[in-house]
């Protein structure tokens, strides 16, 4: 049996630790990769290693290219008063993709575990009572996804607020095109807690 060098072996464990790929894919991407020009494979490495210098915005948690990032600058956002809490950067440009929330964000960065050792110390909370009460925030929208943990999250932190902030949690329940026969009972349950007057 062949065996490859030290720096195709190298390249396909780096791969591999990316979510969803696997030894074959990543064996198949750096085989790919061996047919690139020098210049190819330079500006891919430096692109990636110029991830070591990228900076958290240090209002919400974002990705930022300085201090603040885009969101957090954008002074008309902040007049609104609204802040959505979500558990991680993917989440925050999920919503952001949707074009229907104009305030601002804060990233958690996870959810309460005390399994896990993850505890309100861990997710920074009272940090964030204090930019709310601070920013004069009037809304939070909770869009903690649906798990123990999450409910837990949004439990935990709606005992922190003064009763003049208007706490709410986004809706979960049936998808758009959804069929009820296909879903499975949290989703059937938690739609039907979720359910408005029509």
Same mark, same amino acid.
């Given at each position: ?90 989440? +925050? ?9 104009? #305030?601002?964000?804060?990233?958690? !960065? /996870?959810? @309460?575990?005390? $399994? ?43 005992? +922190? ?9 986004? #809706?979960?329940?049936?998808?758009? !095109? /959804?069929? @009820?026969?296909? $879903? ?15």
């Amino acid at each position: 049996m062949i065996q490859l060098p030290e720096v195709i072996k190298n390249a396909v464990e780096a791969l591999t630790r990316l979510p969803g790929v696997g030894e074959k894919t990543a064996f198949r991407m750096v085989m790919n990769m061996t047919g690139w020009k020098a210049y190819e494979l330079e500006s891919v490495g430096n692109a990636l290693n110029s991830l070591k210098n990228l900076h958290l915005c240090q209002e919400c948690g974002m990705f930022a290219d300085g201090e603040f990032c885009t969101i957090c600058s954008d002074s008309n956002r902040h007049s609104l008063g609204t802040l959505c809490v979500v558990e991680n950067a993917s989440d +925050l440009m999920a919503i952001e993709k949707s074009g229907n929330f104009k #305030g601002v964000y804060h990233i958690l !960065g /996870g959810v @309460l575990n005390p $399994l896990l050792g993850i505890g309100p110390d861990e997710l920074k909370m009272d940090e964030l009572k204090a930019r709310i009460i601070e920013k004069e925030i009037q809304e939070v929208i909770l869009a903690i996804n649906p798990s123990v943990e999450g409910d837990a999250t949004c439990s935990y932190f709606k005992t +922190l607020l003064p009763e003049t902030i208007r706490v709410e949690r986004i #809706g979960f329940g049936v998808p758009i !095109g /959804g069929s @009820l026969e296909y $879903l499975d009972p949290m989703t059937i349950t938690k739609a039907l807690e979720n359910r408005k007057r029509f």
